[in-house]
Structure formats: C-alpha cells, structure tokens
C-alpha cells in the first residue's frame, strides 16, 4: 500500500516565524508535491521535485522553499509565516508515466498562522 | 490562470439519481484526466481516470464522457448513495507529464 506520511498534522505559528512541514514517502517514487488547499482555489501546486537534490516551482511558490534531500523526503518551507498562508498543506507522491500516473497524497497538515 | 474548470461549484441529489459533475480544461497537450475525491478532513483521494484515446471509462456506478473537440469532460455518477457524498475534483497532467492541475471541484451532496 502506497504510504505518504505528513508532519506534523496541526501547527499553529506567529507571524514572521519559520515553519517547516515534512513529508515522507515510502512509495519509490521519483517525483514528489506539495499542494495548498484553500476553499474556493481547490488543490494548488506550490513546489516539486524530481527526485532527490532537485526542486521546481510550481504555480503559488513565493513565500515557500522546499527542499528535498533524499528519495523519501521533501519538506516545505516557510522562512517568514504570514497570516495569508494560513492553509491546509497536501504532500504527494507519483511517477508521471507510469500505467495511472496516480498521486498519493498524506493526510495534509492544518496550518494556521496568528 | 486556471487552467481546470469544474461545474457546478456544489450539487445536491436524491438517493437513487444520477450526479452530472463536469469539468473543461484549456491545455490541448494535456493527456492524462483523473478524478479524485475527498471526504471531509480526508485526503483526495483516485476514483477513476481517462486518456484521450477513449472517449468513456466506467467502473462501476462512475462513468467519464470525454470529448476531445470541446476540451470537455463529465463524470456521471448513477445511482447516487449518501456515501458518495464528497467533494470531486477534476484534474488533468501538465505539458510534460510532470505534474497534475487541479479544478476547484465540485461538492456532492446525496440526500437520502
């Protein structure tokens, strides 16, 4: 069973603060997502990888790093947290080209910034 | 610029009919269209996808009408069950098949 796992699940942070989110998979897959869920935008991509080493930017990337340091894990990062950011944050994973091109996604982390 | 538009925004049925959920998109190098669905305070989640080559997939009750020359897609949901309740989001791979875009979905709502 293809596993995507997020943390933390609930973070509350100050504005101006820095805050990073993690993800790991245990999936193999190469290529690895995180998405922002907001009501009324649906599920927007804010940065990707390609495997380990490697990020791009997806279409919302400003005010996010991410970084990806090995095959299962990619964090996402806040330098200075804003209250607009307030958000729930979906980590995934996927090998375009392969015979669903499925994503996996975790559970998400709920993050709220005061 | 969005670039998967879902309709409507939110629908509501009687148990027992069939959803009509439809989605368009704007990229024609976009060849992969999956659709997904979430429960509240889940994750989304596949239920069923579709290439271009084929212009119906069906699995089960979750039916996908693709037409190519409109840029459009729907997915039909028959015998509608409370449990089919969720939200339904539409998406669809990027130019290079590195990453998927998004509608904003549709939220179902199955009345029994």
């Known amino acids: 069973e293809a596993a995507v796992t997020q943390s933390p699940r609930n973070k509350v942070a100050v504005t101006g603060g820095k805050v990073t989110l993690s993800c790991n998979q245990t999936n193999n897959h190469n290529n690895m997502y995180w998405y922002r869920q907001d009501t009324g935008h649906g599920l927007r991509l804010i940065h990707y990888s390609y495997g380990a080493g490697s990020t791009e930017k997806g279409d919302i990337p400003d005010g996010y790093k991410a970084s990806r340091p090995s095959q299962e894990n990619f964090s996402l990062i806040l330098e200075l947290a804003t209250p607009s950011q307030t958000s729930v944050y979906f980590c995934?994973?996927?090998?375009?080209?392969?015979?669903?091109?499925?994503?996996?996604f975790g559970a998400g982390t709920r993050l709220s910034v005061l | 610029q969005q670039q998967v538009r879902q309709s409507p925004q939110s629908l509501t049925v009687w148990e027992g009919e069939t959803a009509i959920l439809n989605c368009s998109y704007e990229?024609?190098?976009?060849?992969?269209f999956p659709w997904y669905w979430q429960f509240p305070r889940e994750s989304p989640a596949l239920l069923i996808a579709?290439?271009?080559?084929?212009n119906k997939k069906e699995d089960g009750r979750f039916t996908i009408f693709f037409n190519k020359r409109e840029k459009k897609l729907s997915l039909h949901i028959t015998d509608s069950q409370p449990g089919d309740s969720a939200t339904y989001f539409c998406?669809?791979?990027?130019?290079?098949?590195?990453?998927?875009?998004f509608g904003t979905g549709t939220k179902l709502q199955v009345v029994p």
């Open positions: 990229d024609s190098t976009f060849d992969y």
């Open positions: 579709i290439r271009p080559v084929s």
């Open positions: 998406a669809a791979w990027g130019n290079s098949g590195t990453y998927q875009r």
């Open positions: 995934a994973s996927g090998d375009p080209g392969g015979s669903q091109n499925t994503l996996y």
